[in-house]
């Protein structure tokens, strides 16, 4: 995760259109790199909008030429961008193993497949295998600086949600062997597994309907566990937003409130400085004055 957020460059090639592409693609920022994260994100909700379109069958019969070239498209602009991410890193295969280079590769490689799936037989196979390009969206998440907060602060809960799973499958075990043993394969409750099964549609208060209790007291099981349910299903929540109101506490009291303008640094271009700045914090250049 580190080499994702600090991505470092190679100390052979500090200078011309690598360290350009670099502060481009890896910076946040900068207007020019807050501008090519921008368009990534409209590129990338195109290309799973074409994704979703090509799986209607109507659209798919009628633009399917279209809808194939501008895949193609969306797939060498990708590929593109994948070959540049790993030019310009020191270690391009730290990045290429990681979440978000798997999550690049695996928005590539479905229409490269479909080049050696020849015949009508294959189609529906290639279609399923495109619609992989759907785990790009994965990486907006990335250009979204309060994201970090919210993974933060469901990382630091962990331990609490996983005790709190750990009740409630405790709990789904017990009355499912209830109920098996209460209803039986007659009422539907053919096995434990299955009787698990509806514990948890029950509990979730969601209520398919296709395995209802028959007997008094399976019913009167089945309202116990619909009131623990209501009771529970909570928790996790109040657990996450405690942990993330903490996070944003500190992170008010580690960083002040400051005053910031869109003075950019003549040298690196950098934004974002404070009022009082006279120099840039990225390469201490003097700013030009702010305007008052």
């Not at 096995?191 to 514990?199: D, G």
């Not at 869109?262 to 305007?291: I, Q, T, Y």
Request: charged share 15%; with cysteine; aromatic share 10%.
């Amino acid at each position: 995760m580190r080499l994702l957020m600090n991505p470092q460059l190679n100390p052979a090639t500090e200078r011309g259109w690598r360290r350009r592409m670099f502060n481009i693609i890896y910076r946040h920022d900068t207007r020019i790199s807050r501008n090519f994260d921008l368009i990534l994100i409209y590129v990338v909700l195109a290309s799973v909008l074409v994704v979703i379109l090509d799986s209607v069958n109507s659209l798919h019969a009628k633009f399917r030429i279209a809808l194939y070239i501008i895949e193609w498209f969306f797939t060498l602009l990708f590929t593109v961008e994948y070959a540049i991410r790993l030019m310009v890193i020191r270690r391009p295969l730290r990045y290429a193993l990681s979440i978000w280079g798997i999550i690049d590769l695996v928005s590539i490689l479905p229409t490269y497949l479909s080049v050696l799936l020849p015949g009508a037989q294959h189609l529906l196979v290639v279609r399923v295998l495109r619609i992989l390009r759907v785990f790009r969206i994965l990486k907006l998440t990335q250009y979204m600086e309060e994201s970090n907060q919210l993974v933060s602060a469901l990382w630091r809960s962990r331990r609490k949600i996983f005790i709190f799973i750990s009740v409630v499958m405790t709990l789904v075990v017990i009355f499912g062997a209830v109920m098996h043993l209460v209803e039986g394969p007659e009422h539907g409750f053919a096995n434990i597994p299955t009787s698990m099964y509806w514990a948890i549609v029950t509990m979730a208060t969601v209520g398919y309907g296709d395995i209802a209790p028959q007997t008094t007291l399976g019913r009167m099981i089945s309202s116990l566990l619909i009131l623990i349910g209501y009771s529970i299903i909570a928790v996790p929540t109040g657990i996450y937003t405690a942990e993330l109101a903490k996070s944003l506490r500190q992170s008010c009291l580690d960083t002040p409130a400051l005053i910031h303008d869109n003075r950019g640094c003549p040298e690196c271009g950098l934004e974002g400085h404070e009022s009082d700045a006279k120099f840039c914090r990225n390469c201490g250049h003097p700013l030009p004055e702010a305007v008052k």
